[in-house]
């Protein structure tokens, strides 16, 4: 999937091989915002030859709010064709068709690559450009560069169809049909002589994510070399080298350690030992590193592994630096980027130092040290180990017994370093938001105070006294936190938690259980359709109904998770009592105009990229204006350029209610887009708060791009209150859909 929405389910790097993942099994995984693509098996009758017809046909699902219950909904597009150019417009390709550096890193890569090969076999290259994931558009960019430089002809693949049909599009724009050709496969499918005529003398590669090697790029150039090119063919870029340095961050250290981490007075840990997990899988990050304020160097950036693509082997790699600390203090992280050489001195760099342009598809990879508990003092000397194998980079940190003294250690193609396996088993439902989330102590702090402020006021205020001493509290959130909470609470006697995935449900009994709270808490895995007071804790009606809100599938979505709880409320009102208190009380759905500095830039139209047309791909780019991106706008510089106002409140005392309104805000500087997020009440008197942004670290907010060039862009436009930002909403509660749009607009005043 794209890193941050816009994703095809399933479009990842897999093993050609392994057996595909069924439906149901993708369904329970993917995420709200995330389109799925699925082949399903047909057959029918034909009337007029009286014969069966068997086939495959691909279906398209994008998820829907169930107004019923809660939950998501998988329907099936009726408009493939648009929703995969809406996949395209919310993917960031256009981020890096915009990224001059990277293109003029490639087009000197390339020329300089297609001249060698000339000046050595005095014929040009039959090039073969390997373009998966980013491909139609930035595949096309590769291939077009080939043909501009001499390439006598160009093959490229892509195994994403709508994508392949834009790299067609645009290269028959460009009037270079005859010299490109695009098939719709993955690399490992083409054959010799079947889709090229002969062995390819040069091979372009933009097989690289954050972390260098996660999108196959090793495996893939491996086959390539055995099946797809000349024994001296041309690869480009050839070389990579990977820098690391040891950082000291609380913040990155609470990305992924449970450790003291406790839930009103209840350890979030499954056994005496959870606390001292590792989280099991090697983390890894990508994040904008300067934007987290707490980050200390604790050593100088240095060299850790070098890959040549150049060469036919595709071992494992350990490789051990020791280097000397410039400050003190824990280390709770390893900061990696990489750097590729393009020949000449021209290289590319996803270091964010400023040294190449600003941009998002490629950025520095944080890996959690978690409980290593490595504490170094100024000038001590630090073993810092990274390993490879074809897909990933992770690293090891110890003091070495050797005296501190910088050098490199010799490379052993051997992984000896085999990760502990989770267990806690909170990293297998939690990624690293949710983890900062529940180790954030003050957010903790807030609703356990609100929900122990409820429970006084309703023993404080009993019908009878049964009521005063056993109060019934149902969770329907995902993660069992307000079950967890309730249950530090000696007047809550009966408690249910309701858990959308069964792994979930698993983990939080374990929990339970090891804190004895079996004869008070009952966790069950399964929605809130149908479910009654019989099949609750105690079997009598709930006094409290909590919920962070927090759900699996929607935790990239904050203003769905909202909606979501107060569906779930609204299907189970039947089980409140008389005296229900609901926590949260209430929500606002928050938004403001702001202007960002560069995070605007990756999506839209790109015209023109290296001289070359690239109206095809523009024509796709229009329905990125009507979604909403999720985004962590904490590591995306902006300023703003409105007032935070509220676009919708949500009630949670009442059942789910439709809304429409009509909202003017007064625009005082340049507006690019619209950040939104959610703000919680949780008790009635409104002394406890909670946010979902714009600036908190463990969540991620709706951002709505705004028309380039609008008026607020003009300075005149907005002086003296000239201009407003108009907003229209309409939630449609029946349906469970939610729209709202934004326009800048002259204030009635002029």
Known sequence: TDKYGGGVVGEDFKDAEAAAPNLEDILDTASAEET???SMPYSYLDEDTNEVVEGVSSVVLSSRLNPESGGLMWVEEEDSAETYKNVVSMSQMTSMLRDLDRNAAYEHGIRRGIEKFIATHHRRPIVRPIMLLFGPANGALGAMLAARHGAEHVYACEMFQTMADIAGAVIDANGLCDKVTVFSLRSTQLTVPEHLPVRADMMVSELFDSLLLGEGLLPTLAHARAHLLTPDAVVVPQHATVFAK?????????????????????????SKDAWKCTGGARVALPLHINTIPDVVDLTEVVPVLSFDFG????????ATTVVTAVASGRADAIVMWWSVDFGDGVTYCTASSGAQNWQDHWVPVVFPLTTQHVVVAHADAVELTAYSDSLRIWFNVAHPPQAATIKRAKVDEKDDDIAAACICGLH????????SMLTNKPRTDAYAAALRDIVAGLVAHPTSEQERSSLSVLDISDGSFGALLAASIDQVANITSIESKQVSALIFEQIASHHALDDRLTILGCGVKGLLVEHL???????????EPFYYAMQNLPIWQALNFWYRRSAVADLLSARAVVLPYRASIRAMGVQFDHLHECFGTVDSVSGFNHAPFDALQGGYLDRDFPFPTYMYPYTAGTAAFEVMPLSFMEPVAPYDAAINVPITGPVNAVILWVEYQLDAAGRHHVATG???????????????????????????GALQLTTAVDFQAAEGVLSYAFQVAKSSAF
């Open 36 to 38: 799925v693509v699925t």
């Open 694 to 720: 714009p600036s908190v670290v463990h969540a991620k907010q709706a951002v709505r791009f705004l028309p380039r060039g609008n008026a607020s862009t003009v300075v005149e436009g907005f002086k003296d």
């Open 428 to 435: 297998l439902i939690c990624n690293a938001e949710r983890v």
């Open 537 to 547: 804790h105690g079997q009598v009606p709930v006094d409290i109904l909590v919920g």
């Open 246 to 270: 040891l950082v000291a961050s609380d913040t990155l250290y609470r990305m992924n350690s449970f450790d003291q981490t406790h839930i009103d007075s209840l350890a979030l840990a499954r």
């Open 311 to 318: 060469t036919t082997r595709c071992s494992n790699k350990k």
